[in-house]
Protein backbone atom coordinates (compact mmCIF):
# COMPACT_ATOMS: atom_id res chain seq x y z
CA UNK A 1 0.00 0.00 0.00
CA UNK A 2 1.20 3.44 -0.69
CA UNK A 3 -0.46 6.48 0.13
CA UNK A 4 0.77 10.11 -1.35
CA UNK A 5 1.23 13.18 1.20
CA UNK A 6 -1.71 15.45 0.68
CA UNK A 7 -1.90 18.53 2.75
CA UNK A 8 -3.39 16.82 5.31
CA UNK A 9 -2.50 13.25 5.92
CA UNK A 10 0.82 11.96 5.76
CA UNK A 11 2.67 9.35 2.90
CA UNK A 12 2.56 6.08 4.18
CA UNK A 13 4.51 3.61 2.71
CA UNK A 14 3.04 -0.23 3.89
CA UNK A 15 5.20 -3.32 2.38
CA UNK A 16 5.71 -7.07 3.72
CA UNK A 17 8.43 -6.36 6.23
CA UNK A 18 7.95 -2.40 6.84
CA UNK A 19 6.02 0.55 7.22
CA UNK A 20 7.10 4.19 6.87
CA UNK A 21 5.03 7.33 7.67
CA UNK A 22 6.33 10.69 6.85
CA UNK A 23 4.56 14.03 7.20
CA UNK A 24 1.65 15.70 8.90
CA UNK A 25 -1.62 13.96 9.80
CA UNK A 26 -5.10 15.90 10.65
CA UNK A 27 -7.35 13.82 7.95
CA UNK A 28 -10.76 15.15 7.20
CA UNK A 29 -12.25 11.68 8.19
CA UNK A 30 -9.82 10.02 10.41
CA UNK A 31 -12.20 6.77 10.03
CA UNK A 32 -11.22 6.78 6.30
CA UNK A 33 -7.53 7.21 6.52
CA UNK A 34 -6.59 5.19 9.37
CA UNK A 35 -9.07 2.10 8.99
CA UNK A 36 -7.11 0.68 5.88
CA UNK A 37 -3.92 1.37 7.24
CA UNK A 38 -4.67 -0.58 10.52
CA UNK A 39 -6.03 -3.23 8.55
CA UNK A 40 -3.36 -3.69 6.00
CA UNK A 41 -0.68 -3.41 8.85
CA UNK A 42 -2.15 -6.38 10.28
CA UNK A 43 -2.70 -8.37 7.65
CA UNK A 44 1.35 -7.12 7.22
CA UNK A 45 1.98 -8.61 10.42
CA UNK A 46 0.17 -12.04 10.21
CA UNK A 47 2.93 -13.97 8.45
CA UNK A 48 5.80 -12.15 9.68
CA UNK A 49 8.62 -12.96 12.14
CA UNK A 50 9.77 -9.30 12.06
CA UNK A 51 8.34 -5.81 10.74
CA UNK A 52 10.05 -2.59 11.22
CA UNK A 53 7.84 0.59 11.72
CA UNK A 54 9.28 4.37 11.01
CA UNK A 55 7.12 7.32 12.09
CA UNK A 56 8.99 10.97 11.02
CA UNK A 57 5.43 13.24 11.84
CA UNK A 58 5.69 17.14 11.71
CA UNK A 59 2.45 17.57 13.34
CA UNK A 60 -0.47 15.58 14.44
CA UNK A 61 -4.27 16.39 15.50
CA UNK A 62 -6.26 15.08 18.63
CA UNK A 63 -8.48 13.05 16.89
CA UNK A 64 -4.90 11.59 14.82
CA UNK A 65 -3.71 10.45 18.99
CA UNK A 66 -6.24 8.26 19.30
CA UNK A 67 -5.40 6.37 15.77
CA UNK A 68 -0.88 6.43 16.65
CA UNK A 69 -2.26 5.28 19.86
CA UNK A 70 -4.34 2.22 18.57
CA UNK A 71 -1.91 1.88 16.07
CA UNK A 72 1.25 1.52 18.55
CA UNK A 73 -1.19 -1.63 20.61
CA UNK A 74 -1.26 -3.11 17.47
CA UNK A 75 2.00 -3.21 17.44
CA UNK A 76 2.46 -3.92 21.01
CA UNK A 77 0.74 -7.03 20.60
CA UNK A 78 2.73 -8.40 17.78
CA UNK A 79 5.71 -8.09 20.11
CA UNK A 80 4.13 -9.74 22.89
CA UNK A 81 2.99 -12.18 20.47
CA UNK A 82 6.48 -13.22 19.73
CA UNK A 83 7.26 -10.92 16.55
CA UNK A 84 10.63 -8.85 16.69
CA UNK A 85 8.99 -5.52 16.10
CA UNK A 86 10.84 -2.28 15.97
CA UNK A 87 9.51 1.18 15.66
CA UNK A 88 11.52 4.56 14.51
CA UNK A 89 9.88 7.72 15.69
CA UNK A 90 11.71 10.21 14.09
CA UNK A 91 11.59 13.73 15.33
CA UNK A 92 13.80 17.43 14.17
CA UNK A 93 16.45 18.49 17.22
CA UNK A 94 14.21 21.57 17.68
CA UNK A 95 10.67 19.73 17.43
CA UNK A 96 9.64 20.09 21.29
CA UNK A 97 6.22 18.44 20.76
CA UNK A 98 6.93 15.67 18.57
CA UNK A 99 9.77 14.94 20.94
CA UNK A 100 7.02 14.69 23.66
CA UNK A 101 4.72 13.06 21.56
CA UNK A 102 7.40 10.09 20.92
CA UNK A 103 7.68 10.08 24.75
CA UNK A 104 4.05 9.86 25.05
CA UNK A 105 3.53 6.60 23.49
CA UNK A 106 7.00 5.34 24.26
CA UNK A 107 5.84 4.26 27.94
CA UNK A 108 2.68 1.92 26.53
CA UNK A 109 5.86 0.04 24.43
CA UNK A 110 7.07 -3.01 26.34
CA UNK A 111 8.37 -5.78 24.28
CA UNK A 112 8.12 -3.75 20.96
CA UNK A 113 11.61 -2.35 20.04
CA UNK A 114 10.73 1.34 20.09
CA UNK A 115 13.41 4.27 19.38
CA UNK A 116 13.43 7.71 19.82
CA UNK A 117 15.27 8.94 16.92
CA UNK A 118 16.39 12.72 16.99
CA UNK A 119 17.19 13.86 13.15
CA UNK B 1 -20.77 49.00 12.98
CA UNK B 2 -19.59 50.65 9.99
CA UNK B 3 -17.71 48.50 7.62
CA UNK B 4 -14.29 50.53 8.12
CA UNK B 5 -14.44 50.18 11.89
CA UNK B 6 -14.91 46.32 11.65
CA UNK B 7 -11.53 46.66 9.67
CA UNK B 8 -10.24 49.02 11.75
CA UNK B 9 -11.44 46.92 14.79
CA UNK B 10 -9.57 43.81 13.78
CA UNK B 11 -6.36 45.69 13.57
CA UNK B 12 -6.66 47.19 16.50
CA UNK B 13 -6.59 43.88 18.30
CA UNK B 14 -3.57 42.45 16.27
CA UNK B 15 -5.77 39.72 14.43
CA UNK B 16 -4.58 39.25 11.00
CA UNK B 17 -6.73 36.07 9.99
CA UNK B 18 -10.61 35.78 10.69
CA UNK B 19 -12.81 33.29 9.64
CA UNK B 20 -16.70 33.81 10.23
CA UNK B 21 -19.56 31.54 9.30
CA UNK B 22 -20.33 27.88 8.22
CA UNK B 23 -16.91 26.01 9.66
CA UNK B 24 -16.54 22.26 7.77
CA UNK B 25 -13.95 20.08 6.91
CA UNK B 26 -13.71 21.49 3.73
CA UNK B 27 -13.47 24.68 4.64
CA UNK B 28 -10.61 23.70 6.93
CA UNK B 29 -8.58 22.12 4.06
CA UNK B 30 -9.65 25.28 2.56
CA UNK B 31 -8.05 27.54 4.90
CA UNK B 32 -5.33 25.35 6.78
CA UNK B 33 -2.72 26.15 4.20
CA UNK B 34 -2.90 29.88 4.52
CA UNK B 35 -3.27 30.08 7.77
CA UNK B 36 0.11 28.19 8.34
CA UNK B 37 1.79 30.25 6.25
CA UNK B 38 1.12 33.82 7.69
CA UNK B 39 1.72 32.35 11.38
CA UNK B 40 5.40 31.10 10.16
CA UNK B 41 5.44 34.49 7.97
CA UNK B 42 5.28 36.25 11.97
CA UNK B 43 7.80 34.20 13.43
CA UNK B 44 9.67 31.66 12.19
CA UNK B 45 10.40 29.83 15.53
CA UNK B 46 8.97 26.28 14.23
CA UNK B 47 8.12 25.49 17.53
CA UNK B 48 6.05 28.08 18.25
CA UNK B 49 4.11 28.14 14.45
CA UNK B 50 3.56 24.16 15.22
CA UNK B 51 1.83 25.08 18.70
CA UNK B 52 -0.24 28.07 17.13
CA UNK B 53 -1.21 26.31 13.97
CA UNK B 54 -2.34 22.85 16.52
CA UNK B 55 -4.21 25.14 19.37
CA UNK B 56 -6.32 26.76 15.46
CA UNK B 57 -7.06 23.47 14.46
CA UNK B 58 -8.06 22.21 17.38
CA UNK B 59 -10.58 25.29 17.90
CA UNK B 60 -11.76 24.68 14.68
CA UNK B 61 -12.47 21.07 14.98
CA UNK B 62 -14.31 22.17 17.54
CA UNK B 63 -16.65 24.09 16.25
CA UNK B 64 -17.13 22.37 13.11
CA UNK B 65 -18.22 18.99 15.78
CA UNK B 66 -20.07 20.93 18.55
CA UNK B 67 -21.22 24.59 17.59
CA UNK B 68 -24.68 24.18 18.45
CA UNK B 69 -25.82 26.35 15.28
CA UNK B 70 -25.49 23.43 12.53
CA UNK B 71 -25.34 22.78 9.05
CA UNK B 72 -25.15 19.41 7.15
CA UNK B 73 -21.55 19.67 6.58
CA UNK B 74 -20.55 21.85 10.15
CA UNK B 75 -20.70 24.63 12.54
CA UNK B 76 -21.45 28.16 12.64
CA UNK B 77 -18.55 30.18 14.44
CA UNK B 78 -15.81 32.13 14.34
CA UNK B 79 -12.16 31.50 14.70
CA UNK B 80 -9.43 34.20 14.78
CA UNK B 81 -5.92 34.17 15.28
CA UNK B 82 -3.54 37.89 16.53
CA UNK B 83 -0.41 38.68 17.04
CA UNK B 84 0.98 41.41 19.08
CA UNK B 85 4.14 41.73 21.46
CA UNK B 86 3.10 39.47 24.01
CA UNK B 87 2.92 36.64 21.22
CA UNK B 88 0.21 35.14 19.52
CA UNK B 89 -3.63 34.40 20.36
CA UNK B 90 -6.36 31.70 19.23
CA UNK B 91 -9.56 32.30 20.13
CA UNK B 92 -12.86 31.08 19.11
CA UNK B 93 -16.31 31.48 19.77
CA UNK B 94 -19.83 29.62 18.47
CA UNK B 95 -22.72 28.98 20.05
CA UNK B 96 -23.37 26.29 22.44
CA UNK B 97 -26.33 24.26 24.44
CA UNK B 98 -26.73 25.65 27.95
CA UNK B 99 -27.70 21.69 29.29
CA UNK B 100 -23.65 21.48 28.75
CA UNK B 101 -22.45 24.67 30.09
CA UNK B 102 -21.93 23.30 33.94
CA UNK B 103 -19.72 20.23 32.71
CA UNK B 104 -17.65 21.93 30.46
CA UNK B 105 -17.29 25.08 32.54
CA UNK B 106 -16.10 22.37 35.04
CA UNK B 107 -13.99 20.30 32.63
CA UNK B 108 -12.25 23.57 31.96
CA UNK B 109 -11.70 24.77 35.22
CA UNK B 110 -9.78 21.70 36.35
CA UNK B 111 -7.21 21.85 33.10
CA UNK B 112 -7.14 25.67 33.81
CA UNK B 113 -5.45 24.74 36.93
CA UNK B 114 -3.33 21.99 35.72
CA UNK B 115 0.46 21.84 35.82
CA UNK B 116 2.16 20.92 32.47
CA UNK B 117 2.81 17.33 33.94
CA UNK B 118 -0.36 17.29 35.00
CA UNK B 119 -1.88 17.95 32.14
CA UNK B 120 0.71 15.16 30.36
CA UNK B 121 -1.02 12.57 32.31
CA UNK B 122 -4.44 13.98 31.85
CA UNK B 123 -3.79 13.35 28.09
CA UNK B 124 -2.55 9.77 28.45
CA UNK B 125 -5.26 8.76 30.95
CA UNK B 126 -7.55 10.11 28.06
CA UNK B 127 -5.58 8.30 25.04
CA UNK B 128 -6.09 4.55 26.89
CA UNK B 129 -9.34 5.05 28.24
CA UNK B 130 -10.63 6.61 25.28
CA UNK B 131 -13.11 9.25 24.26
CA UNK B 132 -16.07 10.41 26.46
CA UNK B 133 -19.46 9.60 25.59
CA UNK B 134 -20.92 11.89 23.12
CA UNK B 135 -17.80 12.74 21.66
CA UNK B 136 -16.90 12.92 17.80
CA UNK B 137 -13.00 13.15 18.51
CA UNK B 138 -10.71 11.59 20.95
CA UNK B 139 -11.64 13.48 23.43
CA UNK B 140 -8.20 15.63 24.10
CA UNK B 141 -9.03 18.65 22.48
CA UNK B 142 -8.95 20.91 25.42
CA UNK B 143 -6.11 18.97 27.09
CA UNK B 144 -4.33 19.44 23.97
CA UNK B 145 -5.48 23.22 23.88
CA UNK B 146 -4.37 23.52 27.45
CA UNK B 147 -1.25 22.04 26.96
CA UNK B 148 0.13 23.99 24.02
CA UNK B 149 -0.82 27.24 24.63
CA UNK B 150 1.05 29.59 27.58
CA UNK B 151 -2.34 30.10 29.13
CA UNK B 152 -6.00 30.00 28.21
CA UNK B 153 -9.43 31.58 28.95
CA UNK B 154 -13.07 31.02 28.38
CA UNK B 155 -16.30 32.43 29.14
CA UNK B 156 -20.19 31.70 28.56
CA UNK B 157 -22.02 34.99 27.20
CA UNK B 158 -25.80 35.53 26.78
CA UNK B 159 -26.01 37.76 23.85
CA UNK B 160 -29.20 36.32 24.12
CA UNK B 161 -28.39 32.80 22.67
CA UNK B 162 -25.29 31.54 24.79
CA UNK B 163 -21.57 31.75 23.23
CA UNK B 164 -18.81 29.96 24.45
CA UNK B 165 -15.74 32.13 24.45
CA UNK B 166 -12.43 30.14 24.06
CA UNK B 167 -8.97 32.18 24.01
CA UNK B 168 -5.58 30.53 24.01
CA UNK B 169 -2.27 32.77 24.54
CA UNK B 170 1.41 31.04 22.69
CA UNK B 171 4.05 33.14 23.35
CA UNK B 172 7.81 31.69 22.99
Known amino acids: ?????????????????????????????????????????????????SYSVSLELRYFNSSSAKFFFDFFEVLEQA?????????????????????????????????????LVEI | MDSHDFHKLLLSRGTFFCYSGLLSEEVLSAISGI????????????????????????????????????????????V??????????????????SDNM??????????QQMQPKDLRKAYKQRLREGPPEGSKGAGLGFIEIARKSSKFEFDFVESPELLFVLKAWIDP
Request: net charge negative.
Open chain 1, 1 to 49: MHLEATNRTPEVSISESALEMKGECYPEDITAFSEPILESLEEKLEPCD
Open chain 2, 80 to 97: AIGHTSDGFVVEAINPMK
Open chain 2, 35 to 78: VREQVTDIDHDEDLTTRVFGIFIEQAQNIIRYSDERLAQGGIGT
Open chain 1, 79 to 115: AEGGKSITIEWRYRSSDNSMKEAGEDFEEDMDKADYN
Open chain 2, 102 to 111: LSLKENLDKL
